[in-house]
Nanobody, 125 residues
């Protein structure tokens, strides 16, 4: 049974930092591309960041502009999203996602096989 469990969300002020974590089980984590997406009310799910399984190379959505960093700890089956200089437009539910074993990373949500339940990030102006 695959489980992706996010944590670390909360209410912060604009300009603050926050680190999200996603603990995976039931998958071969070290062989899985991982990603973060977000979804604000009334909007489509949006690609935030992805990290490859082979080289841990990171990719980001255009809006990130150096403010977020994705990383992974294969020993602990955990992927992180460090967010800084948060803006009120970053307010959304943030979701962790995993692709199947050996699959390349993707920026498309529909190509991810497994999803977490989401963690809410609220940024007050």
């Amino acid at each position: 049974q695959v489980q992706l469990v996010e944590s670390g969300g909360g209410l912060v002020q604009a300009g603050d930092s926050l680190r999200l974590s996603c603990k995976a089980s039931g998958i071969t984590f070290r062989r899985s591309a991982m990603a973060w997406f977000r979804q604000a009310p009334g909007k489509e799910r949006e690609f935030v960041a992805a990290i490859t399984w082979s080289t841990s190379r990171a990719y980001y959505g255009d809006f990130v502009r150096g403010r977020f960093t994705i990383s992974r700890d294969n020993a602990n089956n955990t992927v992180y999203l460090q967010m800084s200089s948060l803006k009120d437009e970053d307010t959304a539910a943030y979701y962790c996602a995993a692709r199947g074993q050996y699959a390349a990373y993707s920026t498309s949500a529909h190509e991810y096989d497994y999803w977490g339940q989401g963690t809410q990030v609220t940024v007050s102006p």
